[in-house]
């Protein structure tokens, strides 16, 4: 008898990602297997029960994926949730010849350096942008730049070591700074490491577009308009409200932009996260990543037949397509800002916040006695904050009458030095 085909999620230990790609593959009845590179001693029996490999090293992890399939059977789709394990998942898929992304198409989009000169070439809107290295003197560097500017890491997410700068002096003191910070990241290797860019700053509203790549052609899923000012110094993102509301003209041309930013990547299949800035009639791309916006966020969309869009996105690796309909009715997400640096104790004004009208859930992730750190050093979330509304303009009224419920209490982080 043949073995049922399974689905393969590769994710890093711990994702926020893999909990809502798990429950999507349960409603549509597919049997699942995490591999990933910490979870043999996990907590959670799919990371402990599932293949253990370096997701970095698609070199030694593909044979042991592909012995795998020969033992267990099959697989009908492969799915990386995050940035570091899309690579290995499409040289997965490809091996079993199911859909996936070229290699260099995903390394283009993971490397903000690479991806920038790639849409040079291909002529596509992006800011101005230089690579600086850190190993050189950086007063020289400061002298060259125009200001205001943005320094970012080539290799992280979710805003980490973005910093805007608007003068020799600060470019100098957020490059230190940011230098710091990378040495303290262990999975990055020298060049990383040692390298950042710089770009001009672009002023106009930001946006989100959540989309689907069918055999190269862009379906828009969602468009997310970040109501709050994102002028830094610093970039936390905090609101999400969809359906958008830039003008339709704006809509049309992001469309464009982002179908060419695919283009010149070489991305073809699969879900696409992309941000952008709106100035008028100037779209400019800062970021197309080959996954989904993840985790909690992610359960804000819902589709005309009742899909998830992790059910959409299993759907699609399963060569299953199916037709899409985004929803029309308003809502919105707050991912609850850490407003200083500490150990965490408690959230105050829950009940009150709870009652809000249009407020579907509050959900606060981090634990009573964890340390915490706000951007651009941090690289998480307090919690979220759901609504659902008729429209989005009240789902956004809603997010921040809850928002302003809430007191987070923060103790002051006491360092001992042992002389």
């Not at 370096?54 to 399939?69: F, H, K, N």
């Not at 033992?71 to 290995?88: H, K, M, N």
């Not at 959409?312 to 991912?335: C, E, F, K, T, Y």
Request: proline content about 8%; overall charge negative.
């Amino acid at each position: 008898m043949a073995a049922t085909p399974r689905i393969l999620i590769i994710a890093p230990h711990g994702s926020y990602r893999t909990a809502p790609f798990l429950e999507a593959a349960h409603q549509l009845g597919v049997p699942v297997l995490i591999a990933s590179d910490e979870g043999r001693h996990s907590l959670v029996s799919e990371y402990a029960r599932g293949l253990h490999l370096d997701p970095r090293d698609v070199d030694s992890a593909l044979p042991l994926i592909c012995e795998e399939a020969e033992r267990g059977g099959p697989f009908s789709a492969v799915i990386g949730t995050d940035d570091g394990t899309v690579e290995l998942a499409a040289a997965a898929a490809r091996t079993f010849d199911l859909p996936h992304n070229p290699p260099e198409a995903l390394r283009l989009s993971r490397r903000k350096d690479l991806a920038r000169e790639r849409l040079q070439q291909a002529g596509v809107p992006k800011p101005a942008h230089r690579l600086i290295d850190l190993r050189e003197p950086l007063a020289t560097a400061a002298a060259q730049i125009a200001y205001p500017a943005v320094i970012k890491p080539l290799a992280l997410s979710a805003s980490r070591g973005v910093i805007r700068v608007d003068n020799a002096a600060r470019f100098v003191q957020a490059c230190e700074r940011v230098e710091r910070m990378l040495a303290r990241e262990p999975h990055l290797d020298a060049y990383l490491r040692e390298h950042l860019l710089v770009e001009q700053f672009v002023p106009g509203e930001e946006v989100a577009v959540e989309g689907m790549l069918y055999n190269g052609r862009l379906q828009f899923l969602a468009l997310f308009d970040k109501p709050d000012p994102l002028n830094g110094p610093f970039f936390e993102e905090t609101y999400y409200i969809t359906p958008g509301r830039i003008a339709p003209a704006q809509q049309a041309r992001l469309r464009e932009v982002i179908q060419a930013t695919c283009e010149a990547y070489g991305l073809r299949e699969g879900p696409i996260h992309a941000e952008c800035r709106v100035n008028g009639p100037d779209v400019w791309v800062l970021e197309v990543a080959a996954r989904t916006i993840g985790g909690m966020c992610g359960r804000l969309l819902q589709f005309g037949t009742g899909l998830t869009l992790e059910q959409l996105v299993l759907q699609h690796a399963m060569n299953r397509p199916v037709a899409i309909d985004p929803q029309s009715a308003g809502a919105g997400v707050l991912m609850i800002p850490i407003p200083r640096g500490g150990i965490f104790k408690r959230v105050e004004g829950l009940l009150r916040a709870q009652r809000v009208p249009y407020i579907e859930e509050i959900s606060i992730q981090i634990r009573e006695g964890y340390e915490v750190a706000p951007l651009p050093e941090g690289g998480s979330y307090l919690g979220f904050i759901f609504a659902r509304a008729p429209d989005a303009d009240r789902a956004e009224q809603a997010l921040r009458d809850a928002h302003a419920c809430l007191e987070i209490v923060i103790d002051p982080l006491i360092q001992v030095h042992v002389a």
